[in-house]
């Protein structure tokens, strides 16, 4: 099975300022076949039901704010999200869509000063 | 619009059964393999199990395999999750989600329901 290591698992920022989240895979997500790393992101608020952000590492799902931004490759990942604002106080989770069984990061709690 | 409604859930003691659905409205049901992602309270994801759109492929995770199993009526645009030999540690909001694209190959998901709460205990 591919782990998931998260980093960290949380954070507190001002609004306005730029936040970076980690995950690492055990085994790279990097398809030899298109060369696309097969790592998403998840929003999940409180209360609330899991949004997908990114997938593919780093396309952004329609509707996302250009501020969430997703990059790496192989193992490696990172979650930015620039110019935070009061409404992205949530979880969020990486997960890897390269093999069964699908796998989950352990989660980054972001929260807002 | 897609949507996806679970039900099912409940309060159940250790070792009992507990049969879990998830009604989907707004695609082709018959189209998109689905899947079951729990949460603990207070805790992370878990995916659970998929199930492809015509059944022929299934996986579940460890914690899981040979206790729960993922069944789907196309005709009735439903998912289910048959969950017996209960234990707390079952105990979870279980989602219901449909990937991006109808491939069996992995994908991330989409869409994901309200969850239904299933709590196992004395």
């Known amino acids: 099975d591919i782990v998931m290591t998260q980093s960290p698992s949380s954070l507190a920022v001002s609004a306005g300022e730029t936040v970076t989240i980690n995950c690492k895979s055990s085994?790279?997500?990097?398809?030899?076949?298109?060369?696309?790393?097969?790592l998403a992101w998840y929003q999940q608020k409180p209360g609330q039901s899991p949004k997908l952000l990114i997938y593919?590492?780093?396309t952004r799902e329609s509707g996302v704010p250009d501020r969430f931004i997703g990059s790496g490759s192989g193992t490696d990942f990172t979650l930015t999200i620039s110019s935070v604002q009061a409404e992205d106080l949530a979880d969020y989770y990486c997960q890897q869509h390269y093999s069964y069984p699908l796998t989950f990061g352990s989660g980054t709690k972001l929260e807002i000063k | 619009e897609v949507q996806l409604v679970e039900s099912g859930g409940g309060l159940v003691q250790p070792g009992r059964s507990l049969k879990l659905s998830c009604v989907a409205s707004?695609?082709?049901?018959?189209?998109?393999?689905m899947n079951w992602i729990r949460q603990a309270p207070g805790k992370g994801l878990e995916w659970v199990a998929y199930?492809?759109?015509?059944?022929?492929?299934?996986y579940y995770a460890e914690t899981v395999k040979g206790r729960f199993t993922i069944s789907r009526d196309n005709a009735k645009n439903t998912l289910y999750l048959q969950m017996t030999s209960l234990r707390s540690e079952d105990t979870a909001l279980y989602y219901c989600?449909?990937?991006?694209?109808?491939?069996?190959?992995?994908?991330?998901?989409?869409?994901w329901g309200q969850g239904t709460l299933v709590t196992v205990s004395s």
């Open positions: 707004g695609f082709t049901f018959s189209n998109y393999g």
């Open positions: 593919l590492a780093s």
């Open positions: 085994q790279s997500l990097l398809s030899s076949g298109n060369q696309k790393n097969y």
């Open positions: 989600a449909r990937p991006r694209l109808t491939t069996v190959a992995p994908n991330w998901f989409a869409y």
């Open positions: 199930i492809s759109s015509g059944s022929s492929y299934i």
